[in-house]
């Protein structure tokens, strides 16, 4: 780094619980070599190269479309509201679009308008906020790794230097008596040197999830410290993974601030506590395989992961896919059990992907196995709603085994009139009139989250599991998502979030598009439909906001 770093603005607030020394470096032992992660795809034809190279140009074309009118009407801002044309700062207000979409228009040779977009994200004010507290795990995955995956596609230094500053404010927030971090932090008391210590209340994947970004920024800068500062998280949750309830996974909540990691009763691979699982095996990738800790912990949470949380459901065809649920361990005169909820979400399709990806790096084929029937699971929700597009969240009906299961009309029925039962509503109806009313899909007994607001997870999955197959069917799922999710969420400026993906006619729109639907959505299905060798498993791994980081050969 340079000598003005030296007197940066985050380095000159007063240090109340400096870092205990010696602080812990990056490992200094080779790089061990992991199995290929991508397949070898055969030569394709001049029909099937010229089909893939359209659909990536259309997909391109509607980047192109949502960049412009961010460019012309919210520029700077973190994110525009592409119905009305106009802007809204969510995090932070430091222009979240454009530090999500660095790398998406490198990845999409837009190399004017990434030279453009670097100059003016160089300008960022990183010492003021108008939001009372900001979120450290929303802007880690989305400032710091934005800016370390465009220096790491572009060697541009002004990245790298971006990075280092986003990373020195970041890390004041681990300034507390046990340096565990403040994951809704007051950034602006912080500014001010004011003392501050950790509550004793925090999601899993908010504490969990900032290794990746802090690990590549020690690797790239030479200093220890974020290295350190992360690693002093992970090594608790590696100490209490086989003490909680159910024994491999994390229960939702943690508290930072008596460094209990092992209390708590549910269990979830979503919302929340998602990207802790998915960093495991990434980590493992990022580091080269130089830390072992993250290959153990990765594979201690696989099995209990499969064994309670994944449910096949029950469908019309007799499908053999499956879906991420969530788990519930419950104590009753003294005697523990495990309840499984068989809610899917469309934030859980991840999953799919990241079981591939494990399965590829550590050369596990039966969890590649099941990875394919998650993704599959997630193709067959999308097709299974009018619009082609899945919700937020659903339930359907669990089978009794993950191997068999026939389709039981009156047991679907059953399960419709039970999750009927929670609601506020005064008249009594039938199954087939609550089927009717809430226009229920055939095998999804509710619908309690109807939203689509722009989510990567299910094409993510698709993508990375193409990449590790080569199976050209996977294109054809790719476009019909691509095309379902385009055609009902298209506006005039660019693409919205829309309030219910089971409405008879268009989906009413919500005028939201988060900074992912550049940064990552569009980003995995541009990829899915590019070379196989554009951005390669086997070269990047991919933060949880699909920012591409070198892996340290």
């Known amino acids: 780094?340079?000598?003005?770093?030296?007197?940066?603005?985050?380095?000159?607030?007063?240090?109340?619980?400096?870092?205990?020394?010696?602080?812990?470096?990056?490992?200094?032992?080779?790089?061990?070599?992991?199995?290929?992660?991508?397949?070898?795809?055969?030569?394709?034809?001049?029909?099937?190269?010229?089909?893939?190279?359209?659909?990536?140009?259309?997909?391109?074309?509607?980047?192109q479309k949502a960049w412009s009118s961010y460019r012309r009407h919210a520029w700077l801002s973190d994110e525009l509201t592409p119905v009305s044309g106009g802007r809204r700062n969510t995090f932070g207000g430091?222009?979240?679009?454009?530090?999500?979409?660095?790398?998406?228009?490198?990845?999409?040779?837009?190399?004017?308008?990434?030279?453009?977009?670097?100059?003016?994200?160089?300008?960022?004010?990183?010492?003021?906020?108008?939001?009372?507290?900001?979120?450290?795990?929303?802007?880690?995955?989305?400032?710091?790794?934005?800016?370390?995956?465009?220096?790491?596609?572009?060697?541009?230094?002004?990245l790298l230097r971006k990075a280092a500053e986003v990373g020195e404010m970041l890390y004041k927030a681990f300034d507390t008596p046990n340096r565990m971090p403040i994951t809704r932090w007051k950034v602006g008391e912080a500014a001010r040197g004011d003392a501050q210590d950790v509550g004793n209340g925090a999601l899993v994947a908010e504490i969990g999830?900032?290794?990746?970004?802090?690990?590549?920024?020690?690797?790239?800068?030479?200093?220890?410290?974020?290295?350190?500062?992360?690693?002093?998280?992970?090594?608790?949750?590696?100490?209490?993974?086989?003490?909680?309830?159910?024994p491999g996974l994390w229960p939702l909540v943690v508290n930072p601030k008596d460094e209990v990691f092992n209390q708590g009763e549910d269990f979830t691979l979503g919302a929340m506590a998602d990207s802790l699982y998915e960093y495991l095996p990434k980590?493992?990738?990022?580091?080269?395989?130089?830390?072992?800790?993250?290959?153990?912990m990765y594979e201690a949470a696989v099995n209990p992961a499969i064994e309670h949380n994944l449910f096949r459901p029950m469908t019309p065809t007799n499908e053999d896919i499956l879906i991420a649920g969530q788990a519930h361990s419950r104590e009753s005169n003294g005697v523990r059990t495990i309840e499984q909820e068989p809610q899917g979400q469309h934030l859980v399709c991840f999953m799919g992907g990241l079981l591939a990806l494990g399965g590829k790096l550590f050369n596990h084929p039966d969890e590649v196995a099941v990875a394919r029937k998650l993704v599959d699971g997630c193709v067959y929700a999308y097709k299974s709603f009018p619009h082609g597009i899945m919700p937020e969240t659903f339930y359907m009906v669990p089978c009794p085994s993950k191997q068999e299961c026939k389709w039981d009309e009156a047991l679907y029925k059953k399960h419709v009139l039970e999750r009927a039962e929670g609601k506020d509503d005064d008249e009594v109806l039938t199954a087939d009139e609550i089927i009717k009313k809430d226009r229920l899909v055939p095998g999804f007994s509710a619908v309690p989250d109807r939203r689509y607001i722009l989510r990567p997870e299910?094409?993510?999955?698709?993508?990375?599991?193409?990449?590790?197959?080569?199976?050209?069917?996977?294109?054809?799922?790719?476009?019909?998502?691509?095309?379902?999710?385009?055609?009902?969420?298209?506006?005039?400026?660019?693409?919205?979030?829309?309030?219910?993906?089971?409405?008879?006619?268009?989906?009413?729109?919500s005028d939201s598009m988060e900074s992912f639907w550049m940064g990552e959505t569009l980003k995995y299905f541009y990829l899915i439909f590019s070379e196989p060798g554009l951005v390669s498993l086997d070269e990047f791994v991919f933060n949880t906001e699909a920012h591409p980081f070198r892996r340290w050969k």
Not at 13 to 42: C, G, I, N, T
Not at 112 to 121: G, I, K, R, Y
Not at 128 to 138: A, G, K, R, S, W
Not at 143 to 157: C, I, M, N, R
Request: aromatic share 10%.
């Open 94 to 158: 430091w222009a979240a679009t454009l530090v999500d979409s660095l790398d998406t228009l490198w990845i999409m040779d837009m190399k004017s308008d990434f030279d453009e977009a670097v100059t003016a994200a160089v300008t960022i004010d990183f010492t003021h906020t108008d939001l009372e507290d900001i979120n450290v795990f929303e802007t880690t995955i989305r400032y710091l790794g934005g800016f370390l995956s465009a220096f790491d596609l572009s060697g541009d230094v002004r």
């Open 1 to 63: 780094m340079t000598e003005q770093d030296e007197t940066y603005f985050w380095r000159t607030v007063k240090v109340h619980h400096p870092a205990p020394e010696p602080l812990r470096q990056l490992p200094a032992v080779p790089s061990v070599r992991f199995p290929q992660v991508q397949a070898h795809f055969p030569p394709e034809t001049s029909t099937q190269r010229r089909v893939r190279e359209e659909r990536q140009q259309t997909v391109k074309k509607a980047f």
């Open 283 to 296: 980590m493992s990738a990022l580091v080269g395989g130089r830390s072992g800790m993250y290959k153990s």
């Open 458 to 509: 299910a094409i993510e999955s698709v993508f990375i599991m193409y990449r590790t197959t080569a199976d050209a069917s996977l294109l054809d799922s790719a476009w019909d998502m691509f095309s379902s999710i385009d055609n009902a969420t298209s506006t005039e400026l660019a693409n919205t979030a829309v309030w219910d993906v089971t409405a008879d006619g268009k989906p009413p729109q």
């Open 209 to 246: 999830s900032l290794s990746m970004e802090f690990t590549r920024l020690s690797i790239l800068t030479g200093d220890p410290k974020f290295w350190d500062a992360t690693q002093r998280i992970m090594k608790i949750f590696e100490r209490q993974q086989n003490k909680t309830n159910i």
